[in-house]
Structure formats: C-alpha cells, structure tokens
C-alpha cells in the first residue's frame, strides 16, 4: 500500500481540483479524498506542493528498436520516458526491420514488459515494410495489441492506397495516424520554404507539402468514416483543415509537438543547430502562434514529443545531410509548464487533456482517472523543479535536443505504474 499525502490532485474527467490524499492498494486507487489516515505498514509520500494528475502518455515516439538500437532501444527509451513523467508511450513502427506483423508488435510489447517502466504500445505499420504500396497485416497486428496505424516517417503518397488502408483499419475501432507529406513536393527540402530556405540558401519543405494531404486524407476520413489522426501538425492552414473537419462531426483529430509550438524557422541561424532539423520543418512565427491558439483552444487534441533520437554523427555534420529529429521525451513536460501553464496561456486542466486523457482515448487504451477503483498510474509533478538542458540531463542514449541550454521550471518528480513508483524524486529505478 502507498499514500500519497498531501497534493494538488487535478483531474478534469473528475472534476476534481484540490489538495488530497490518494491511497493506492495494489495496481489500483483504493480512495481518494481530503484526509486519509495511513494504515499499518503503509508506505506514506509526502506530496505537498507538488501535483498529482493521472499518468501521462506521449503517443508518438521512436525507439530505433529493432534496428538502430545505437540511437536508443526499448530499455533506454522506456527510461527516458519515466524520467520525463510518462506511464504510457506509443512507438512508431519505423523500425527495421518495419513493425508490421503481429510477432513484431508483440517484440516491442514483451520488451517494454521486461524493462518494467513506462508501457509500451505499439503503433503498427499501415503498409508491408511502409512501402506505401502493399497493406500490412493489419489484423494480426490488433491481435497482438497494436494501439494504432502509421506509416510515421512517410507519407502514403497514393491516395487509392490510403483510401485501402483506412477501409481496412476502420474494420478495428483503430485510427489512422497520418503523417502528412507529399514527398512530389517536400523533396530535397530540409527547411520551411519562404523566408527561411531563401535566407539559409537551402532547399524548402513547403507548407502545402503538408496540407495536401491533410486535406486528401480528411476528404478519405469522410469516404471510408475511418478515425483519422493527423500528426505532428505544423502549419495554421493544416489546423483550419482540422478544424472545419470536426465542426463537421467527422472523426478527425491531432497532435503537435512542443518544437513546432515553442520554436520557429528563425531560430535556424547561421550557426546551422542542426538539432533543429526536423520534419515536418519549423514553421513561420505565425504558425507558431496558430498552434498555441489551436491547442488552448482544444481545436488540436494532445502534445507528443515525436521524440526521435540520432547518433552524434548523425547530427555533427552538415544540415543539409544530417538526420530529421529532436528527442523530446524529457524535455516535453517542463517545456508545457514553462512556456504555458506558468504564463496562463493553458490551465492545468487543459494540460491534463492534453498530456493524459485524449492520447488514451485516440489510441483506444483504458482510460486512467484519478478515482477510486482506478488504475494507479500517476504522474506526481513538482512544478518548481529547475530543469536545466544539458547532455547530461538525458536518460535517452541521444543527446540531439532542440532545446539544449534551456532553463526550464517544473517537472515529473514521480512516477507510479500499476501502483509501483518507477520514478522516485525525479531519479528513474
Ligand atoms: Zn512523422
């Protein structure tokens, strides 16, 4: 048995904001409520002044694992995930080899069970090795627990193809995660077009290469009724596409990443970060402003960090062929308390809808509140943690963060999964 003495509970699902007592027996929330005494040989955590919401998810992440487990493993990814206040993950299948059968979706499950942290869910491939022309086997691939549908890294450049997959995954109560990208376009770019491709004499990632499909696949969400979840979105016309989208009542929704809502296109200098080489690409100012606009709103569904870790060499080169991606696992939560809940911009409501309870329900996982009979996975927040981000403050295996250096305020102290604390006093076990 354990007590958590004395936090801030917030869990919007319940309606509850205030400072409480929550006893967890087992896996399970045994009570909660404003004074509960500890029974005999109970483990009592002194929770005053922090946070306690239900545990976070962050539904986009990659692992490398199998394939490039120099960049990171499920063991590693899985440690940062904790450190960074996470109960649950979903991995992109954009491995190798391509998690696409049922027995590789059972790989990433099996190994994040041994590691015995944050849970791992996998996200299957929509087609055979995300070769955008051949569907994968998608049933098998629910059989064995896959949360969803992608082909992250890609986008499926036929729209006869995506129009099979969506009838196919519709079959499943899965959604399709859709990464926008009309590669006739996107080409060779590696930044936004505009401004920042001219002034950096580089070529551009337009903002239509993204909003095509954006709208193809919304207009496929409506021929097929298949669940569409568009990721990482980057650009104020792609939310407007979303937004129309559910004013109409279709099932679509989305996610966007803290470097597309806290950074933009000028902050690539000419001192060329190349951790700041991401895709989709970091937008203008305006879009920057949109997506905050978007996500106070509830117009954009969840953050995810889109973690996606690479080697030194692969980034220690020039921008032009250095690798797309930051990691973000660890970085995520504090960059939201820094940059919006301190400032106002969101509620601590608003962030729990975005970090906890709208990835479950677009992934389908059991939904997790801070009440009793519930799950205890937890995420226990110290909102005045002084984060610095350095090297050395990753779990990760990879240190490419676009936001190395910073000085951020608040973090996860505490993790519990299944009522066991996996993160003690901001330490990982
Ligand atoms: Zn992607």
Same mark, same amino acid.
């Given at each position: 048995m354990m007590l958590l003495k004395g936090a801030r509970v917030i869990d919007p699902q319940v309606g509850i904001d205030g400072v409480m007592d929550v006893l967890v027996d087992g896996g399970v929330i045994a009570e909660v409520s404003e004074a509960v005494d500890a029974p005999e040989g109970c483990e009592v955590v002194d929770c005053a002044g922090k946070v306690l919401v239900p545990g976070l998810v962050d539904m986009h992440v990659h692992f490398r694992d199998p394939g490039f487990e120099y960049k990171e493993d499920i063991a590693s990814g899985v440690r940062a995930a904790t450190h960074g206040g996470f109960t649950d993950v979903a991995t992109m299948p954009n491995t190798d080899p391509v998690t696409d059968t049922g027995t590789a979706v059972r790989y990433q499950i099996d190994r994040g069970a041994d590691a015995g942290l944050t849970r791992v869910h996998p /996200?299957?491939?929509?087609?055979?090795?995300?070769?955008? =022309?051949?569907?994968?086997? /998608?049933?098998?691939?629910?059989?064995?627990?896959?949360?969803?549908? !992608?082909?992250?890294?890609?986008?499926?450049?036929s729209a006869g193809m995506m129009r099979t997959c969506m009838e196919y995954v519709s079959q499943f109560d899965r959604a399709?995660?859709?990464?926008?990208?009309?590669? !006739?376009?996107?080409?060779?770019?590696?930044?936004? =077009?505009?401004?920042? !491709?001219?002034?950096?004499?580089?070529?551009?990632?337009?903002?239509?290469? =993204?909003?095509?499909?954006?709208?193809?696949? /919304?207009?496929?969400?409506?021929?097929?009724g298949c669940p569409l979840h568009v990721a990482h979105i980057s650009t104020a016309r792609s939310l407007d596409l979303v937004r129309a989208a559910k004013a109409e009542g279709l099932p679509v929704t989305c996610e966007v990443t803290p470097h597309h809502l806290f950074l933009? #296109? =000028?902050?690539?200098?000419?001192?060329?970060?190349?951790?700041?080489?991401?895709?989709?690409?970091?937008?203008?100012?305006?879009?920057?402003?949109?997506?905050?606009?978007?996500?106070?709103d509830g117009s954009i569904d969840c953050v995810v960090s889109d973690h996606a870790p690479h080697a030194a060499h692969e980034k220690d080169c020039e921008f032009e062929i250095a690798y797309f991606g930051t990691v973000g696992l660890e970085t995520t939560l504090p960059l939201m308390l820094t940059y919006l809940v301190d400032r106002g911009t969101i509620t601590w409501q608003r962030l729990v809808e975005v970090l906890a309870v709208?990835?479950? %329900? /677009?992934? %389908?996982?059991?939904?997790?509140?801070?009440?009793?009979? !519930?799950?205890?996975?937890?995420?226990?927040?110290?909102? #005045?943690?002084?984060?610095?981000?350095?090297?050395?403050?990753?779990e990760s295996k990879s240190k490419n963060s676009a936001f190395l250096g910073l000085h951020l305020k608040g973090a996860a102290s505490d993790v519990v999964i299944g009522g066991k604390r996996v993160l003690e006093a901001g330490l990982v076990r």
């Open positions: /996200i299957g491939a929509l087609t055979r090795g995300e070769d955008g =022309e051949s569907l994968a086997e /998608i049933g098998d691939m629910v059989m064995e627990g896959a949360c969803g549908f !992608s082909d992250d890294g890609h986008g499926v450049q399709v995660i859709a990464h926008c990208e009309d590669e !006739s376009l996107t080409a060779n770019g590696v930044v936004n =077009e505009g401004r920042a !491709s001219t002034r950096l004499g580089m070529f551009g990632w337009p903002a239509l290469g =993204e909003e095509l499909e954006v709208m193809r696949d /919304i207009e496929l969400c409506r021929l097929t933009t #296109e =000028e902050n690539i200098t000419d001192s060329y970060n190349t951790n700041l080489k991401v895709n989709p690409p970091l937008r203008t100012r305006d879009d920057a402003e949109a997506l905050v606009a978007g996500l106070a709208a990835p479950r %329900r /677009i992934l %389908r996982l059991e939904p997790v509140a801070v009440e009793a009979g !519930s799950a205890a996975d937890l995420t226990l927040i110290d909102p #005045e943690a002084a984060v610095t981000v350095t090297t050395e403050y990753f």
